[in-house]
Each structure stands twice: as C-alpha cells, then as structure tokens.
C-alpha cells in the first residue's frame, strides 16, 4: 500500500510538469519572437493589422506578410515610458520573458510536494505507533514473530518449575510428530493456560516450549490488541490466526490474557465496552474454529484467572490450565544454579542457605538477588561474590536501602532499640514463629527506622490458630516494650498494627478461629496472586450490623491477647531486654548468634493489665 501511494504520488507530478511543458511549448513555439523596437517600427510603418494584449507580451496580425513570409509576430512587452525613451536614440531593444514555467513549479508543484511529504510522514508516524507499515495495516496484527534458529531457550534454561514442564512436555511432543501422538485418537489441548503470580516464569515457559519444539513462535500482549477504532481488535484476531495457519506448525503465545478476555459485563463499574467484547468473541469464534490437528497450540498466560470471561475457559477452548507458582525451597535452589552460572561466586557459597532465606521468592526475584549480590561484589572491588554479598543483597530486597544519612536523636535512636529488641525477643521466645536473623537499627527504605530481618528456614503452607496468635504477639513486640520501658505510645508500630489487624481479621473472618462467631466466613475469597498488604480489598457485606460488631470486637479481644503475651514475654525477660537493647544501640546490627535466648513460662497466666 505504501509502495503504491509513491507510484500514484509520482506520477501525478510527472503529468502535472508535463502539461505544464507542453503549455509552454505550444503557446510560444510557432510564432518567432522578435524585438519590442521591430514591433514599434512596424506599428509606426502602419503594416500592423491586429494586436492581442497581454499582460506581459504582444501577438500581432500583420496586413502584408514580410520578406521572409511572416503573417504573424511576438514581442514582450516593455513598459510605454521606458519604450518611448530608448525609440528617440535608435538604438535595438525588446522585453525579456519570465520563465512561467519555473513560477509554476514554485508557486504549484513545490507546496504540493510539501504537502504530500508532511501527509506521508505523519502517516508513518501512526502506522509505526500501531505496529504496521503503513496507514492501512491498523488492522493487522501485532504479534512478533519469533522463527525456529530465533529461539534458544530450552527446559534446561527453565528451574523450579518441572511439573509445569512436565505438563508442557506433551505440547512439544504432538508438534514434533502430530501424526505418532494422535494414532490412537488423542488430541492435543486447543489452548493451554499458564496461570501463576508474576514474575514465575510463565512466559519463558512458553518460549521454552517454542524451543524445544523447534516451531515458530508468535508473541503478542492482550493489550496489543484493543485500540482506539472500532474492529481493529477483531481483525488483529483473525489476522493472527491466519498467519499461524499459513507458518503451521507453530504456536501462539497471548500473554496478560486478562486484558484480552476479562468477563464480559462483570463488576458493579462495568458497561457495554463492544469493542473489547467483539475482541473477545472473535478469539472464541477462532479457538472454535481452527483445528489443533495442522499444528496450532495457543498458549496464554495471565495473574487473574478470577476475572476471565467462562466461556474462554470451557472445554474446548483452554482445554488445560497449568499453575505456575511460587517455587518450593528445592526448586529455589534450582533457580539459582541456573543464574549464577553467570557470575563468579566463590566455592563455599551455599546456594541451600540462600534458598532457605528466600521463602516466597519468584524466579524474578531470585535472578535480582543475584543480580544485586553481584553489583554489591562489584561495588567493594572484589573478584567473586561471598555469602555475605547474597545476605545484604537479601536485606535491600526485603527491607530496603540503608539510610545512614538519616541521623536520629539520642532518645529516638533509644526508643527504635528497645522496639526492635521486643521483637526479636518476644519472637525467639515462642514457638512456631520464623527464626531472627539479624536486628538493626539503621534505617532503611522509606520509613522503616529500624528492622528485624526474620525469614522462615522452612516452607510452610499450613499455620495453626496458636501460630498466628504467637506471629501476632511478634508484631506487637515492639510496641510491647515500648509501654513497658517509656510508658508511652509512638507511631513506630504503625506497620506492625497493621499487619497484626490484617492476621486477626482474618482468623475471625476466613479461617473460623473465634469461638463467639464460629465456623462461619464472612469474607470473600481474593486473587491469590495479586493480594499484597498495601493493596486495598474490596467486599460486599453479607452479615448484619450485630455480626459486624461482633467481628470488631473478635478482632479487638484477639489483639489484645497477642499484645498481652507480648508483655508479658517482655517481663520475664526485663533483664535480656536491657541488656541487647544496650548492645543494640553501641553495635547497631546484632546477628542471630549474638542475640540471647529469652525464658517464656508458658503455663504462667496471662493477666489483663488495661491496655489493648
């Protein structure tokens, strides 16, 4: 299309500078110029029968022909003073011609060239925004074409993840030999969904499986495909799956689904988006319509698999759904091998004390924290990276960067010492809580004056109702020996508050643990894999106000327990508390091996003293 606008464009010009030549050529060729004195001399001799004027020449009919058998003559005209002045010294003289042509190029064909170059450059400009090459491929698609010697990545490439793999191992199977795979009637899944938190490596999963089975892969977003016109999204659909029919066997990768195929009409904000929903149905007509039997695998991944339209997800359409989650503590371990390959890490460093440290870590987090670990090596000028490299590399992850620039007073500086030293006390008294690894009361990130790094050594995916009360007490640690060394509150504990509420609500809510509600749950379930803290969770209310009342009050009693248990911890241990708290503020860091271990009777009664 583009090719053809510069055919048409060029040759509209071409035919344009030819008239205008030929004009020229027939309105000057066939009558001979002669000089403006000649002119005045025959008009003078009376032999002048016609004159045509024009605004720059004169055409003259003569009533006799010349000696050379002219009847017709042209001049150009000089202006009557200037003509009247010069005939009184009898002297030659005539009018010289502008060049109408080149005014004609100048004052026509040049703004038209501009025009049309500026017209062409803009619509280039959008076509590049929108992935075509000129203005008429709004409509096709936008996916990346990845051939067979583009892909590198294999399974080997991929950790952490094998019964995922496993689960794909089929995929590649039946594109390496469809014919072999099928001989007993068994068909390959339409569509494979690979659903997990971000940054699990849903998406090199896909390319792996492209790798292995030495298919083209096409690579598009969900977000590629919705545009500002109406349709667009729809032919970009069918655009796509017809190249993948032409490049069989191959497959098709729709990453972030769930701007693709979000329900149609779900949610209380939801209206008529049409052209998001035409989007949608054309992906069911195209998933409806192609057979897998050519060699055609769609592969999709998305975080919100909530949110997906029902009828994307029947049989038929994304016949599997793959879960890619968080990596276990051997598949951590995995993952590392994999990415320090890349850098030189010394002999001693052991990868399993890593991944021990690293519980709830995702592919991506892991490749950062060695990523880090390395800048840091690097930072002090040192040939390999150590384990203490990997341990601040750790810390700036989960707690931030230090700010030793920010410069507290002596009495703050105190209180941060007994908060953090509460915690860790209270925290390595009970039983069932995550092991202290280091207490500090340098400050780090945004506004955290103090941290307590506490990582589980294992991973865990059941907690016991005497767990979360023990975490609870944990949190309130700080605030604990605050009361109990100043008697007085400060905003320190703003953060732990927080995340003890979040931890009471939901034993009250989801997890049935009060025995004045019961078994009942009065929360909806939330995305498991965008859920954070931060993020604030909307829900319908199904309980009356007196249910309601009663779970502030549940949420209240328990973290008055915890805060409780906290103090009297703290009580036991008055003389420990002291005494770290004071090597705390001269040390500013204590490791795990320099902290003590605190008393806990755990049959001693927990009296209220009045306070939360």
Not at 63 to 73: H, Q, S, T, V
Not at 246 to 267: Q, V, Y
Not at 298 to 310: F, G, Q, S, V
């Amino acid at each position: 299309m583009e090719k053809e606008a510069h055919i048409n464009l060029w040759y509209f010009i071409f035919v344009f500078l030819g008239i205008m030549i030929l004009q020229e050529w027939l309105g000057a060729g066939p009558i001979e110029k002669v000089p403006y004195s000649e002119f005045q001399q025959l008009l003078q001799d009376g032999k002048i029968a016609d004159i045509k004027v024009a605004d720059s020449s004169l055409r003259a009919q003569l009533k006799e022909p010349l000696p050379d058998g002219r009847r017709e003559i042209y001049t150009v005209r000089v202006e009557p003073d200037l003509a009247k002045d010069l005939s009184q010294y009898n002297v030659q003289f005539s009018g010289e011609a502008q060049n109408k042509l080149l005014n004609s190029i100048l004052s026509w064909i040049i703004p038209t060239v501009v025009f049309f170059a500026i017209w062409m450059y803009f619509v280039r400009k959008i076509a590049g925004q929108q992935g075509g090459a000129g203005f008429m491929s709004v409509g096709k698609s936008k996916a990346k074409i990845y051939l067979e010697k583009d892909i590198k990545v294999t399974f080997d490439e991929v950790a952490g993840v094998d019964e995922a793999k496993d689960e794909l191992k089929e995929i590649v199977a039946f594109l390496k030999n469809p014919r072999e795979y099928g001989r007993i009637g068994a068909r390959v899944p339409k569509g494979v969904l690979l659903v997990g938190p971000p940054g699990t490596g849903k998406t090199l999963l896909a390319r792996a499986v492209a790798g292995e089975a030495a298919v083209a892969f096409f690579s598009i977003n969900g977000s590629e495909f919705v545009e500002m016109f109406v349709g667009v999204g729809a032919a970009r659909v069918r655009d796509l799956f017809e190249q993948a029919r032409k490049n069989a066997p191959c497959i098709i990768f729709i990453d972030e689904l769930d701007a693709l195929g979000r329900a149609r009409g779900a949610g209380p904000l939801s209206g008529g988006h049409d052209e998001k929903e035409q989007t949608l149905n054309q992906l069911l007509s195209e998933l409806d319509g192609f057979n897998p039997q050519q060699g055609i695998v769609l592969l999709a991944a998305t975080n919100r698999p909530e949110i997906l339209d029902p009828a994307l997800l029947r049989a038929g359409r994304f016949d599997r759904q793959i879960l890619v989650d968080r990596p276990d503590k051997p598949g951590r371990i995995a993952i590392l091998k994999v990415h320090v390959q890349h850098i030189q890490i010394e002999n001693n460093v052991d990868l399993e004390q890593i991944a021990a440290l690293t519980t709830g870590f995702t592919g991506a987090d892991l490749a950062n924290l060695v990523n880090e670990a390395a800048i840091l090596a690097t930072r002090r000028n040192a040939d390999e990276v150590t384990l203490d490299d990997f341990t601040m590399a750790i810390e700036r992850i989960v707690a931030g960067l230090e700010k030793k620039n920010r410069l507290l007073n002596p009495y703050e500086r105190k209180v941060v010492a007994y908060h953090e030293t509460g915690h860790a006390l209270v925290t390595l008294a009970l039983p069932g809580t995550d092991v202290v690894q280091k207490v500090s009361i340098i400050p780090r990130g945004i506004g955290a004056l103090g941290y307590n790094i506490q990582r589980p050594t294992e991973d865990r995916y059941l907690m016991t109702c005497e767990e979360l009360e023990h975490k609870m007490a944990s949190l309130l640690g700080g605030r604990a020996a605050e009361m109990l060394v100043f008697n007085k509150l400060s905003t320190g504990a703003a953060n732990d508050l927080d995340k003890a509420t979040d931890i009471a609500r939901s034993m009250v809510m989801r997890y049935g643990m009060d025995e004045t509600l019961g078994l009942a749950t009065y929360a909806e379930e939330q995305s498991p894999y965008l859920a954070t803290s931060g993020m604030p969770q909307f829900q319908s209310r199904v309980y009356s106000e007196k249910t309601a009342r009663e779970i502030d009050e549940a949420v209240r009693n328990k973290i008055g327990q915890a805060f409780r248990l906290a103090t009297k911890i703290l009580e036991q241990n008055r003389q420990l508390l002291e005494e770290t708290s004071a090597k705390l503020l001269k040390k500013e860091t204590l490791s795990a091996e320099e902290l003590p271990k605190p008393v806990w009777d755990a049959h001693a009664p927990v009296e209220s003293d009045g306070r939360p």
